[in-house]
């Protein structure tokens, strides 16, 4: 029965180690080291920055859904964040102005530093100084907007009123047509496919 | 569209109509009604004599699994051979439901007296748990009767003269007080063996 492991248990670096080398490497080898292929989503001439995320995220979540159908993992112990509206909408305009100044985001940042990228190392150092900034600064100046428009353990489903399983379904066909939008995209303005 | 990108597109969308029709299953143990917990709470099959323990351990019945709810300090005191200490506060943990979370056993609880294995017995009930019992009156009962069970002044029947003797057997087996008799109350008579006495040999003398 999943987890696995238990959050207390002495395996948790071992796995999040084993876990990490297995990501980056997945990012590296779908060339998410290069700033030019992550900005590009934003600029309009790459998009698998979009299919990716997607896939990641389809996979998840019909994979959950279905370790839980086969009695593998308790939904139950998944551990959910809570929804922070309004600070989750002002931390992604800072974090979406930071892809697209810096062409990274944190994951992709480090993935490219240890392939000896200079600008994700300028990246990395900018994140460090901002969570610096951040903690030391937190009493002060973020504290009580951090708990602003808290809603709780919320899923999307729970919000529209939908099971877990249609959410997912409607996920999926929202994904599905992202994929066929972007590609139509690419072929109405000729966008051809770059190697970085 | 090559044909790759139809075959998982497809994937995808079954395997979408397939999940929106199921719902999250819930994995821990339901909690069970409680007009239900009542009903089972007011069932007298709850309980099991401290007799009927003494025969299981006696027995050494495999299926047996005692449970004392007691602290961990009465715990190593005393407690009856065999027994997993699992204290009423400590009834939660992950690693100790897992001994109520089974169907092989038949789990007894006991403690001090009644009050405490039965809490137990009904959290772990309402927990959706079956299988369990609470040994009735707790130790003080399996010291009164098994440690050192009294003679009835007077044995009304023969049932009560049996429970009587296999509450002094098991007394002896656990290693309690054996009760003598008390004075002034004349032990029951037993009949001795009546030996024939054979034909005296004739042994020497003056023949």
């Known amino acids: 029965m999943a987890p696995i492991f238990e959050q207390t248990s002495e395996w948790n670096l071992i796995i999040a180690l084993l876990i990490g080398i297995a990501f980056g490497w997945v990012l590296e080898r779908a060339g998410f080291s290069t700033s030019r292929k992550l900005a590009g989503v934003f600029y309009g001439y790459d998009f698998v920055v979009i299919k990716v995320f997607f896939t990641a995220a389809i996979t998840a979540s019909l994979g959950l859904l279905f370790l839980n159908y086969f009695g593998v993992l308790d939904f139950s112990k998944v551990w959910m964040p809570t929804t922070f509206l309004w600070s989750t909408i002002v931390g992604g305009i800072i974090m979406g102005l930071g892809f697209i100044l810096g062409g990274f985001c944190p994951g992709t940042s480090v993935c490219a530093v240890a392939t000896g990228k200079i600008d994700a190392l300028a990246f990395v150092v900018g994140i460090t100084l901002g969570i610096f900034f951040y903690s030391f600064t937190y009493e002060y100046l973020w504290e009580d907007f951090r708990e602003y428009g808290n809603i709780g353990n919320v899923k999307i489903g729970e919000l529209i009123g939908v099971t877990e399983g249609v959410a997912v379904l409607i996920f999926i066909l929202f994904g599905l047509f992202a994929f066929w939008l972007v590609d139509k995209i690419k072929k109405e303005y000729n966008i051809k496919d770059v190697e970085y | ?207």
């Open chain 2, 1 to 207: 569209m090559n044909g790759k990108n139809l075959f998982g597109i497809i994937l995808l969308i079954i395997l979408g109509i397939f999940i929106a029709f199921t719902s999250l299953k819930k994995h821990g143990k339901t909690e069970i009604e409680p007009d239900k917990l009542i009903n089972k709470t007011i069932q007298k099959t709850r309980y099991v004599l401290p007799e009927e323990v003494a025969e299981s351990i006696i027995s050494e019945d495999p299926t047996l699994q005692l449970i004392d709810v007691r602290t961990h300090k009465f715990y190593s005191k005393f407690t009856l051979k065999g027994a997993i200490n699992i204290p009423l506060s400590e009834l939660f943990k992950e690693e100790n439901l897992a001994y109520f979370d089974q169907d092989i056993y038949k789990t007894i609880l006991f403690s001090n007296g009644t009050s405490d294995a039965d809490v137990a017995w009904i959290l772990a009930t309402r927990l959706g748990y079956k299988n369990i019992y609470v040994m009735k009156g707790g130790l003080n009962q399996w010291v009164e009767n098994i440690l050192q069970p009294k003679e009835n002044e007077v044995i009304w029947d023969r049932v009560d003269d049996q429970l009587y003797q296999y509450r002094k057997g098991a007394s002896e087996y656990f290693g309690g007080k054996v009760v003598e008799p008390e004075e002034g109350v004349s032990a029951p008579k037993t009949k001795t063996p009546i030996v024939k006495k054979g034909k005296k040999q004739v042994s020497g003398g003056c023949g």
